[in-house]
């Protein structure tokens, strides 16, 4: 059964510091998600792609987060520099074009830990 | 989207059905009951989804009153592997909808 892949699972990194996460959906889904879940709180939307556009970044720190999906496929989210605040599970999630389908697909997630 | 609620926690004996409620009283016509759960440490899974009537599949049952203000997830013979958090969420669907997750319930299968 095909998986939405992420990487690296775990990552610890020092404030101020540069970090980046990987995500590749299942193959021929054309929306991607990326989700933030703060221990003990359900996952927040973060950026949602349609394709290699982004259609919602409402809930984006732009001031240090950046995502991107250069070819539609993989995207990449990057944190630039990190604090404190960022520790979470950072999750990534696919589902069919609008109108194709209900389900979205989460990843394993990324655990952050910033020290 | 419509806000849900959820109880915090729920405990289930093994083998028994677990029925979880979720209120949500403000959805609107075209706004979808989605249900997806959390095991430990893993990314959420999809359970079922429903409109107006009520549905079934393979993992669950989902129960929608009439005036679709409320639903019940049914796990039918609840096992170890279902103890997870159980989010209940209402989006207007078709999965490109960003979904809005609570804090959800907390389900324990006790052995």
């Known amino acids: 059964e095909a998986e939405v892949a992420q990487s690296p699972r775990y990552k610890i990194t020092e404030k101020s510091q540069a970090v980046a996460f990987w995500c590749d959906p299942i193959s021929g889904h054309a929306t991607l998600y990326w989700y933030r879940q703060i221990l003990g709180q359900g996952p927040e939307l973060l950026v949602q792609f349609q394709d290699e556009s982004v259609v919602d970044d409402s809930q984006l720190p732009k001031d240090r987060f950046s995502a991107e999906r250069l070819k539609g496929v993989d995207s990449t989210l990057k944190i630039q520099p990190a604090e404190l605040g960022d520790s979470a599970m950072y999750l990534c999630a696919s589902s069919l074009a609008p109108g194709q389908g209900h389900e979205q697909y989460f990843g394993p997630g990324t655990r952050l830990t910033v020290t | 989207d419509a806000k849900t609620t959820q109880p915090p926690s729920m405990d289930c004996a093994e083998g028994r059905a677990a029925n979880l409620p979720c209120n949500h009283s403000?959805?609107?016509?075209?706004?979808?009951v989605y249900w997806y759960r959390q095991i430990h440490s893993q990314g959420p899974q999809y359970i079922i989804h429903?409109?107006?009537n009520n549905e079934t599949n393979e993992m669950a049952s989902l129960i929608i009153t009439e005036d679709r203000k409320s639903s019940t997830l049914i796990l039918p013979h609840a096992t170890l592997r279902d103890t997870a958090v159980y989010y209940c969420?209402?989006?207007?669907?078709?999965?490109?909808?960003?979904?809005?997750f609570g804090t959800g319930t907390r389900l324990t299968i006790i052995p």
């Open positions: 403000t959805i609107s016509g075209n706004e979808y």
């Open positions: 429903g409109l107006k």
């Open positions: 969420i209402v989006s207007k669907g078709f999965g490109n909808e960003k979904l809005t």
